[in-house]
């Protein structure tokens, strides 16, 4: 298995990212996809989950109006639509498979730093 993010970087207070997790290694339409978030000496967190299909979409309390998370089932690669970035946003962020409750796959992770 194998999850490669990418589209991270420097934005300002007010600006948009789009994220992309590309991945390979197993079915990717038959699992949820996740992206977590670890900002600067805090613990890791869920951001946002989509559905097999994309039907269904869960997102923290914090990013909720302002993220959007989206899949391409054909591409095998899920987004992560990022717009009003605040500073608070800062994180590493990383794309994550559970395929079993044992076998959980985490990408390399991509900055997001948001500045005024």
């Known amino acids: 298995v194998q999850l490669v993010e990418s589209g991270g970087g420097l934005v300002q207070i007010g600006g948009s990212l789009r994220l992309s997790c590309a991945a390979s290694?197993?079915?990717?339409?038959?699992?949820?996809m996740s992206w977590f978030r670890q900002g600067p000496e805090k613990e890791r967190e869920l951001v946002a989950i989509?559905?097999?299909?994309?039907?269904?979409?869960m997102y923290a309390d914090s990013v909720k109006g302002r993220f959007t998370i989206s899949r391409d089932n054909a591409k095998n690669t899920v987004y992560l639509q990022m717009n009003s970035l605040k500073p608070e946003d800062t994180a590493v962020y990383y794309c994550?498979?559970?395929?079993?409750?044992?076998?959980?796959?985490w990408g390399q992770g991509t900055q997001v730093t948001v500045s005024s």
């Open positions: 290694g197993f079915t990717f339409s038959s699992y949820a």
């Open positions: 989509i559905s097999t299909t994309g039907g269904t979409t």
């Open positions: 994550n498979v559970n395929v079993t409750a044992r076998r959980v796959y």
